[in-house]
């Protein structure tokens, strides 16, 4: 089988782990892309530990 390619930050199992058929990536919680390279949108810090949620107030204004 050819090489997920995963970012093992951002998956779960390392970057080894993904579907036969497709190759996506199990990704941390918060992290999107087939090789979860990036946060969601709402989300924010990525790292080995996923992402972060973005909460905001109730003008939309993000609170960190």
Known sequence: SAACGCNANGTLGGSSNCTS???QC???SGVVGRTC???DVGFYGFSH???NCKH???NNHDVL
């Open 21 to 23: 058929y497709g190759g």
């Open 26 to 28: 199990s990704c941390r």
């Open 37 to 39: 390279h990036s946060c």
């Open 49 to 51: 530990a996923g992402c």
């Open 56 to 58: 905001t107030d109730n």
